[in-house]
Nanobody, 123 residues
Framework: EVQLQASGGGLVQAGGSLRLSCAAS????????IGWFRQAPGKEREFVSGITWSFDNTYYADSVKGRFTISKDNAKNTVYLQMHNLKPEDTAIYYC????????????????WGQGTQVTVSS
């Protein structure tokens, strides 16, 4: 079965850190781009960060630049999102997705999504 498994969310105080993981099963990330999005209650899903598997190009939303780092482990077929200096406004469900069509920051351009992992940052 082709699927993505997102994990690593939790409850953390402001200023804390978390590392999210996005693992693929049933396929490999070769030639794809992988993106992290988040969705807070009542808000639209927004782009957080993305990486191209073949070229390691990375992209970040302005709101997370300098605090979040996206990376990948080829052997584990997994993408990570390291989050530092978390803020209450980072609270959301975080989703990873696979993109094969470009438009990395546009959620409708993604073909497969993981189930999401909740990140809650307390003030």
């Amino acid at each position: 079965e082709v699927q993505l498994q997102a994990s690593g969310g939790g409850l953390v105080q402001a200023g804390g850190s978390l590392r999210l993981s996005c693992a693929a099963s049933g396929f490999t990330f070769d030639d794809y781009a992988i993106g992290w999005f988040r969705q807070a209650p009542g808000k639209e899903r927004e782009f957080v960060s993305g990486i191209t598997w073949s070229f390691d190009n990375t992209y970040y939303a302005d709101s997370v630049k300098g605090r979040f780092t996206i990376s990948k482990d080829n052997a584990k077929n997994t993408v990570y999102l390291q989050m530092h200096n978390l803020k209450p406004e980072d609270t959301a469900i975080y989703y990873c997705g696979v993109n094969t069509r470009g438009g990395l920051t546009t959620p409708t351009m993604y073909d497969l999504w993981g189930q999401g992992t909740q990140v809650t940052v307390s003030s």
